[in-house]
């Protein structure tokens, strides 16, 4: 037999009440009941917890010990319980989420606002980086989720990636660009100018290395290097950059007003916008409910 929690209960509540059928009351068990579970407590430690009196029962030397360590042992795993519980309900926890590329904040920012705004009491943190940085992290429980292009994840069969919808390619550049005035654009007129990479794309994921690579440009690097996409546009308003841009929405529409958009000449292969974890590490019921927004806001 061994002692479990409902039995230190009872055996506090008696000392608390100072007498079984008090005790049994406040348990809404029956007083044979409670007089078995003590007697089964007191053989298993071998030792009397109660002196019985003609009316209700007196702690012993031996009991009182006990008694003050269960309160300690309750108190803990009450403790413990209702912080669990709390866990479960979104009333505490941490969310811990990575961009790979950081300028896919954009695509998520509605969805976060409205998490931040359901669960005011989960902590969460944003980080920004590269596919080669941010795996190891998934799988090391650094991280709770990378949001950002399904390709680049690929490589870790420890990690599953949900694939939420297709991203279409565009080339941005400012609303009265020089390219503007070329009857034909081309690779080789594009790459005349300044052009914009996201910093947290390392060089052997760079599509568009790639591209001009293969175009013959092998010297050819990024001009500027940035996640922030409001910096990005701020950059191609007031200089000649151009920069490859992806949008869920073919039609570009709330750039269009503002820019010049290019069809995708360099040939940039579709991306896909995805949701990765460790296939290897449960989910925290703050990560699930945001898995779960995330799947009803940007899932085909």
């Given at each position: ?197 996201a910093s ?11 591209i001009l ?36 929405n073919p ?50």
């Amino acid at each position: 037999m061994s002692i479990d929690l409902r039995k230190m209960r009872q055996i506090v509540e008696v000392a608390r009440s100072e007498g079984i059928t008090l005790a049994a009351h406040n348990l809404s068990i029956t007083q044979s009941a409670l007089t078995r579970s003590v007697a089964d407590v007191e053989a298993e430690l071998g030792i009397l917890l109660f002196q019985r009196l003609p009316r209700g029962v007196r702690v012993t030397d031996a009991g009182r010990d006990f008694i003050k360590s269960a309160r300690r042992i309750l108190g803990d795993f009450d403790e413990l319980v209702g912080s669990i519980k709390d866990y479960r309900d979104f009333n505490t926890g941490k969310l811990r989420i990575g961009f790979s590329p950081g300028a896919f904040q954009k695509f998520f920012s509605e969805i976060l606002v409205k998490y931040a705004r359901d669960y005011p009491r989960i902590s969460v943190e944003f980080f920004s980086g590269s596919a080669e940085n941010q795996a190891p992290q998934l799988l090391s429980g650094e991280l709770d989720l990378v949001l950002g292009a399904a390709r680049q994840f690929s490589r870790w069969p420890e990690l599953e990636v949900l694939t939420l919808r297709d991203l279409h390619c565009k080339i941005l550049g400012r609303k009265d660009h020089p390219l503007l005035n070329c009857s034909n654009i081309t690779i080789d007129e594009l790459v005349k100018y300044p052009w914009i990479q996201a910093s947290s794309i390392e060089p052997i994921d760079s599509d568009l290395l790639r591209i001009l690579n293969k175009h013959g440009h092998t010297q050819i690097k990024p001009h500027y290097l940035c996640d922030d996409f409001s910096l990005v546009k701020d950059i191609i308003r007031n200089t000649d950059a151009v920069s490859p841009v992806f949008n869920t929405n073919p039609g570009f529409d709330h750039l269009k007003d503002q820019f010049m958009l290019l069809d995708n000449i360099l040939e940039m292969p579709t991306h896909a916008l995805a949701v990765t974890h460790s296939r290897s590490r449960a989910l925290s019921p703050s990560a699930s409910e945001f898995m779960r927004m995330v799947k009803n806001g940007l899932q085909k």
